[in-house]
């Protein structure tokens, strides 16, 4: 995960950390939370900023390209963008610049999947123990 901005969509250009009172002024696009845990945390979410929640990935890309805001992002699904240079890395005070994150898919033993679901999990397995 990276922090990206359309090329001047911060005004001026900032070619250095941008502070979090700067920031503020600025919509910051984020994924909305589904988790229907009351300890929702918020990671990486500027409090006290302007948002746009989104639903999916593709829509928050959609909206910082076209400078609506700025966010995180999963390098693999920007990385063209970053490359063509219609979205740049950005620097924001108390924000790791990338991250990285484990993806983890669990099932329940015994309980039936459909053929969709079998298959994506004997993907996800090839080669590993399936205990």
């Keep these: 995960m990276i922090n990206v901005a359309a090329p001047g969509y ?33 990671l990486f979410v500027i409090p006290g900023a302007r948002h746009w929640k989104v639903s999916d990935l593709t829509t928050k890309k959609e909206l910082l390209l076209a400078g609506l805001g700025w966010g995180r992002m999963p390098v693999h699904v920007i990385s ?17 610049v990338n991250t990285e994150a484990d993806m983890l898919a ?11 679901g079998a298959r994506i999990w004997q993907e996800f397995t090839a080669g590993q123990d399936q205990s």
């Design 10 to 42: 911060f005004k001026p250009p900032k070619r250095r950390t941008i502070s979090v009172d700067e920031v503020r002024g600025y919509a910051q696009v984020i994924v909305r939370d589904t988790a229907q845990s009351a300890d929702k945390v918020s």
């Design 106 to 116: 669990i099932r329940i033993v015994g309980r039936a999947v459909g053929p969709i």
């Design 80 to 96: 063209e963008e970053l490359e063509s240079g219609c979205l740049i890395p950005i620097r924001v005070e108390g924000l790791p």
